[in-house]
T-cell receptor, first 117, second 112 residues
Framework: NAGVTQTPKFRVLKTGQSMTLLCAQDMNHEYMYWYRQDPGMGLRLIHY???????AKGEVPDGYNVSRLKKQNFLLGLESAAPSQTSVYFCASTSDSPQKKYTGELFFGEGSRLTVL | RKEVEQDPGPFNVPEGATVAFNCTYSNSASQSFFWYRQDCRKEPKLLMS???SGNEDGRFTAQLNRASQYISLLIRDSKLSDSATYLC?????????????FGSGTRLQVQP
């Protein structure tokens, strides 16, 4: 079972370059999320989506953009990378929805390690 | 103040020991609580939910104290395989989004 797949897994960028992280899930989940994880900071929510065609800001959205053109894909874009965006990025999805009993279970991808020089 | 606070540890314990972690949260309107486990350089995975009445899953016991706004995780008879970082997670539904807020984690190292 593929679950949640993130590409690429590793990337090194120079300051000012742009890139896109792709997240794909094959579980037909409505909700998808992008988090970043930094030492001592825990996971912080960047953006999220509650369904195809929708996106919303999390707690640290600046410098990132997202798109959810297809239900199974959630893209995270960095338009002009900065060293402060060096981090591990996790995509997650959940089967939770307002129509279902809340389980709080997120399914995460393996992470994408991004270094901005 | 962080919304979810945890002692980063590390907690170094021998095999067979009992160890407990606490976590405090700042938003009294928080409604759902969880413990996730994250192995080194891996993704987080749900360990267990935390219910108001307390709940147990094998060697793991989770408790919630709403009055004091803290959550605890107790691990009995620690195994080497329990070595990981344990993340306290809270759902703050009143923020208007259905997203989880993570603590920075408590690292556990079980030693032979």
């Amino acid at each position: 079972n593929a679950g949640v797949t993130q590409t690429p897994k590793f990337r090194v960028l120079k300051t000012g370059q742009s890139m896109t992280l792709l997240c794909a899930q094959d579980m037909n989940h409505e909700y998808m999320y992008w988090y970043r994880q930094d030492p001592g900071m825990g996971l912080r929510l960047i953006h999220y989506s509650v369904g195809e065609g929708t996106t919303a800001k999390g707690e640290v959205p600046d410098g990132y953009n997202v798109s959810r053109l297809k239900k199974q894909n959630f893209l995270l874009g960095l338009e002009s990378a900065a060293p402060s965006q060096t981090s591990v990025y996790f995509c997650a999805s959940t089967s939770d929805s307002p129509q279902k009993k809340y389980t709080g279970e997120l399914f995460f991808g393996e992470g994408s390690r991004l270094t901005v020089l | 103040r962080k919304e979810v606070e945890q002692d980063p540890g590390p907690f170094n314990v021998p095999e067979g020991a009992t160890v407990a972690f606490n976590c405090t949260y700042s938003n009294s309107a928080s409604q759902s609580f969880f413990w996730y486990r994250q192995d080194c350089r891996k993704e987080p995975k749900l360990l267990m939910s935390v219910y108001s009445s307390g709940n147990e899953d094998g060697r793991f016991t989770a408790q919630l104290n709403r009055a004091s706004q803290y959550i605890s995780l107790l691990i009995r008879d620690s195994k080497l395989s329990d070595s990981a970082t344990y993340l306290c997670v809270v759902n703050m539904i009143n923020t208007g989004r259905r997203a989880l807020t993570f603590g920075s984690g408590t690292r556990l190292q079980v030693q032979p």
